[in-house]
Antibody, heavy 117, light 108 residues
Framework: EVQLVESGGGLVQSGGSLRLSCAAS????????MNWVRQAPGKGLEWVSLIYSGNGTYHADSVRGRFTISRHSSRNTVYLQMHDLRPEDTATYYCAKSGYSRSFDFWGQGTLVTVSS | SYELTQPTSVSVAPGKTTTIACGGN??????VHWYQQKPGQAPVLVIYYDSGRPSGIPERFSGSNSGNTATLTISRVEAGDEADYYCQVWDSSTYHWVFGGGTKLTVL
């Protein structure tokens, strides 16, 4: 059974850093496209980052240069390192797995990041 | 950057059929995915590749895509279908995933 469990969220001051983790089970992250998606309170979904086979990565313009997606194969875990956090980064962050169609076929339950000014 | 436009809200009576549109420039040339999100829950994939239906998604959910509009159709709407719905495409010019702004479906 596929499972994604996010952790690492919390309250941080503006300018601070956090590292989110997404522990996967039921499949191997090393050969799977993995994504982070965020949702600000009461707002819609915003794609944040993608890591694909060969460790290539893409990031949304709003986070490029501040956020980095990575993975640890032996831990079967994907990370999102976030630096220079801003109040507008406040959101629930979801980890999502891409399936055969590259659509996001499984999602974690999310972890809340709150950035205070 | 590529943009997707959805109506903010749609209302429908139980048992009726409703459609949710997702507009984008030449979206018919892209593959569209749709997600359902209920309050306090993570999104769930309901349609992939324009009209594919994942295992466990009722046949009442269907999709189409042509020209500048993709459409999610829900037939015989039930109270449990009340949720926010998002469309999604891959923008190959920027290597970004793009979500529509979301549509709140209210079952009257």
């Amino acid at each position: 059974e596929v499972q994604l469990v996010e952790s690492g969220g919390g309250l941080v001051q503006s300018g601070g850093s956090l590292r989110l983790s997404c522990a996967a089970s039921g499949f191997t992250v090393s050969n799977t496209y993995m994504n982070w998606v965020r949702q600000a309170p009461g707002k819609g979904l915003e794609w944040v980052s993608l890591i694909y086979s060969g460790n290539g990565t893409y990031h949304a313009d709003s986070v490029r240069g501040r956020f980095t997606i990575s993975r640890h194969s032996s831990r079967n875990t994907v990370y999102l390192q976030m630096h220079d956090l801003r109040p507008e980064d406040t959101a629930t962050y979801y980890c999502a797995k891409s399936g055969y169609s590259r659509s996001f076929d499984f999602w974690g339950q999310g972890t809340l990041v709150t950035v205070s000014s | 950057s590529y943009e997707l436009t959805q109506p903010t809200s749609v209302s429908v009576a139980p048992g009726k059929t409703t459609t949710i549109a997702c507009g984008g420039n030449k979206i018919g040339t892209k593959s569209v995915h749709w997600y359902q999100q209920k309050p306090g829950q993570a999104p769930v994939l309901v349609i992939y590749y324009d009209s594919g239906r994942p295992s466990g998604i009722p046949e009442r959910f269907s999709g189409s895509n042509s020209g500048n509009t993709a459409t999610l159709t829900i037939s015989r709407v039930e109270a449990g279908d009340e949720a926010d719905y998002y469309c999604q495409v891959w923008d190959s010019s920027t290597y970004h995933w793009v979500f529509g702004g979301g549509t709140k479906l209210t079952v009257l």
